[in-house]
Nanobody
Framework: QVQLVESGGGLVEAGGSLRLSCSAS????????VGWFRQAPGKEREFVAA???????YFVDSMKGRFTVDRDKAKNTVYLQMNSLKPEDTAVYYC?????????????????WGKGTLVTVSS
């Protein structure tokens, strides 16, 4: 079993930056595809970004250029760097991991999910 814990959320002004972390315990997830998702109040969960064990990166077009994803295998951690934040980025951000594939295949392929971290962007 892998336990995922997100951290780094908080309150930030529009235009600001935050870096979210997704740490794994239980076993290394360095070869897993790790994805970031978010869910805003009253909205469905949506994909944000993902990174494979081979460091292939996947982004939603609307967030490309503002958000980046990276991983530190020595720390067993994946990061989501969010820049130029907008009030519409306000959401609970979740990380999830897929141990079975080498590319991002969607949220249904994710076996493990964290509990989320809240990001609030004020205008």
């Amino acid at each position: 079993q892998v336990q995922l814990v997100e951290s780094g959320g908080g309150l930030v002004e529009a235009g600001g930056s935050l870096r979210l972390s997704c740490s794994a315990s239980g076993r290394t997830f360095n070869n897993y595809v790790v994805g970031w998702f978010r869910q805003a109040p009253g909205k469905e969960r949506e994909f944000v970004a993902a990174i494979s064990g081979g460091l292939s990166r996947y982004f939603v077009d609307s967030m490309k250029g503002r958000f980046t994803v990276d991983r530190d295998k020595a720390k067993n951690t994946v990061y989501l760097q969010m820049n130029s934040l907008k009030p519409e980025d306000t959401a609970v951000y979740y990380c999830a991991a897929d141990p079975n594939h080498n590319t991002y295949l969607g949220p249904a392929s994710m076996d493990y999910w964290g509990k989320g971290t809240l990001v609030t962007v004020s205008s």
